[in-house]
Structure formats: structure tokens, C-alpha cells
């Protein structure tokens, strides 16, 4: 793989065309662009802040990143981040990309949704995590070049996307509601699902088959 800090294009690279047509087979419309928008926000954010990125692996990343979301790579109890992740796992090794760039990749789509910890990883696992915030919540809008944010959208246009993402999200973990406990992603199921709640952590504590206290 190629590191550069000074790329806003799609890397040119059969690994990368590979993860666009796995993108492409088993993604929507909306899945895809926002993948590569997520990549282009990202990637043009790294040239910014001048860090040393490797734009291959981003990309794969930001393609693979949402993934988890579709029924072929969905599983029955993993969060949906974890399958995006276990997906780019099993795409890198068989093109026999080292383990510590498989790693990568696999924690920046694991942590993807993550708030607060990603900035203190790798470049691409810090990249992906502001490149979600943005196209997802707007998150440096204000502070992202106009013109490119305009050229991007253009290309890769957001039809529909608010309300499509918000279903497309729930789409892809309705049967398993349970793992978004713990996650930002746990507000959705509350949204959609009459009657859910999440569970609560100060309840699990005060449940917990422990006594409330033990003298000795």
C-alpha cells in the first residue's frame, strides 16, 4: 500500500476497484455514496491537518464501512460495526495485506461510531471516524473547504439521505437490537421499535446477582 498526505481521488489501485465492486454488488445507491463521500471527506481532512495517511486502506475501509448494515454480512448477534470489520478482515487477508494494515483497517470501521477515542489512533482510524461525522452529522461543515464539499456532493450526490440513512441503519440491525446497547446506535432502535428501550447501566448494576455489600 502507498502513503501520501495529498490525495482527494480514489486510489487508482485493483484493491481498491475490488472493494468498489463488492461496494457496488452488494450495496444501495445510498450506501455507496455515502461510502465515498465518507472517503473523500476524510481523505481531503488528512491532507488538511498535513497527515501521513495511507489513502488505499482508507478507502477500503470507508467502503467496507457500513457493510455490516447489508444481509450478506450481517450476523446474528455482532454489532453491525464488527461485521464491516470482520468483512474488510477476511477481504484483506485473502489479497494478503500485511496484519498490522488489516488491524487498521479493522479498528477503524469497528470504531467508526465511537466517539471520543479514535483521535488518539492511527491517521485512517482517526480519518474514517471525521469523515462519518461529517456526512453523518455535519460535524466541521462549517470549517471544510466549500468548494470541495460542493464538488464532492455533486458527484456523489446525498438523495434522500437523512431520512435514508436513519432506515438503512435500523434495516440493518432490527433482528439484533440488542447489540447497539451501549452505542449511539441504540437511539435508532428506540426510535423505530415501539416500546424499546435500551437497558439501562445503572440498572444492570444495581441488578447484578452480587449482594450490595459483602463485610468481611
Not at 95 to 107: M, S
Not at 135 to 155: H, K, N, Q, S, Y
Amino acid at each position: 500500500m502507498t502513503t501520501t498526505q495529498n490525495t482527494t481521488l480514489i486510489p487508482d489501485t485493483k484493491l481498491a476497484k475490488e472493494a468498489t465492486d463488492i461496494l457496488r454488488e452488494h450495496g444501495t445507491d445510498l450506501i455507496y455514496n455515502h461510502s465515498v463521500r465518507v472517503y473523500l471527506f476524510a481523505a481531503e481532512q488528512g491532507r488538511h491537518a498535513k497527515l501521513r495517511f495511507d489513502p488505499e486502506l482508507l478507502y477500503v475501509s470507508a467502503a467496507f464501512h457500513d457493510l455490516g448494515l447489508i444481509k450478506a454480512f450481517s450476523s446474528e448477534t455482532e454489532r453491525f460495526e464488527v461485521d464491516g470489520a470482520n468483512a474488510v478482515r477476511q477481504f484483506l487477508t485473502t489479497h494478503k495485506i500485511p496484519e498490522d494494515q488489516i488491524q487498521v483497517a479493522w479498528r477503524a470501521i469497528a470504531l467508526h461510531t465511537t466517539p471520543g477515542v479514535t483521535q488518539y489512533m492511527e491517521p485512517e482510524v482517526a480519518l474514517l471516524f471525521s469523515g462519518v461525522g461529517l456526512d453523518v452529522l455535519g460535524e466541521g461543515f462549517d470549517t471544510f473547504p466549500v468548494e470541495v464539499r460542493e464538488e464532492i456532493v455533486a458527484a456523489y450526490p446525498r438523495v434522500d439521505f437523512k431520512e435514508g440513512i436513519v432506515k438503512a441503519f435500523f434495516g440493518g440491525f432490527a433482528h439484533k437490537p440488542g447489540s447497539t446497547w451501549g452505542t449511539v446506535k441504540a437511539d435508532v432502535c428506540e426510535r423505530f421499535i415501539s416500546g424499546y428501550k435500551s437497558p439501562n447501566f445503572c440498572d444492570l448494576i444495581a441488578n447484578s446477582p452480587f449482594p450490595n455489600s459483602i463485610r468481611h
